[in-house]
Structures are given as C-alpha cells and as structure tokens.
Nanobody
Framework: QVQLVESGGGLVQAGDSLRLSCAAS???????MGWFRQAPGKEREFVSA????????YYGDSVKGRFTISKDNVKNTVFLQMKSLKPEDTAVYYC?????????????????WGQGTQVTVSL
C-alpha cells in the first residue's frame, strides 16, 4: 500500500514560481510517480512523471521547459518545480503512483492518488 500527501499549492501571480511536494509512504522503489492536474470542467491532464529507480522524467507538452520534476530518495518525496506560471496552469494538482511500465502519461494506469493541492495563478 502506498500513501501520498501533496503540499505546496497556493495563490500566485502570472510569472511566479511554486514548488509542489508529494511525500510517499510505502515501498515505491519500483514505482513511477506522476503529477496530474484537473481544472474545473476539464479532464485530468498529465503534467509530469519520474521513475524512482532510474530518475527518468516525462513532461506534458504544455509544461515542457517550465516545470521540473525531481525526487529525494532519502525523504521519499517527489517535487514539481513550476516556473513562469500562467493562468491556464490553474488547477488541482494530484500526485499519483504506479509500478513502472508503459503508459506513464495515462491517469487510468495509476493505482494510488493523493488528495490534491490547489494551484491558482492570477493575472
């Protein structure tokens, strides 16, 4: 069993930066960790993912070059550093976990989810 707790959301202005954290409990070494977001009235969107063992990273097209995913193996925590935030980045951001394999950008392949943290970017 894996439990995930996100933190770090908030209200910022366009152009600002924000860092989200996802603390994981349980055995995650063979897992991949993902960040997804969901804005009101929209489908859940893939943001980024990283594999615990190899640190291989993946990014959605809308965040490439602005967001960076990283991990701290000692603290069992995954981070999402967000820069140059835009109003369209406003959403609830969810951390998720699943075993390594294909389809890391697809939300339906993830087994464990955090409660979500709100990120609001104003003009």
């Amino acid at each position: 069993q894996v439990q995930l707790v996100e933190s770090g959301g908030g209200l910022v202005q366009a152009g600002d930066s924000l860092r989200l954290s996802c603390a994981a409990s349980g055995r995650t070494f063979s897992f991949a960790m993902g960040w997804f977001r969901q804005a009101p009235g929209k489908e859940r969107e893939f943001v980024s993912a990283i594999t615990w063992r190899d640190g291989i990273t993946y990014y959605g097209d809308s965040v490439k070059g602005r967001f960076t995913i990283s991990k701290d193996n000692v603290k069992n925590t995954v981070f999402l550093q967000m820069k140059s935030l835009k109003p369209e980045d406003t959403a609830v951001y969810y951390c998720a976990a699943r075993r390594n394999g294909l389809g890391l950008t697809r939300a339906e392949t993830y087994d464990y989810w955090g409660q979500g943290t709100q990120v609001t970017v104003s003009l």
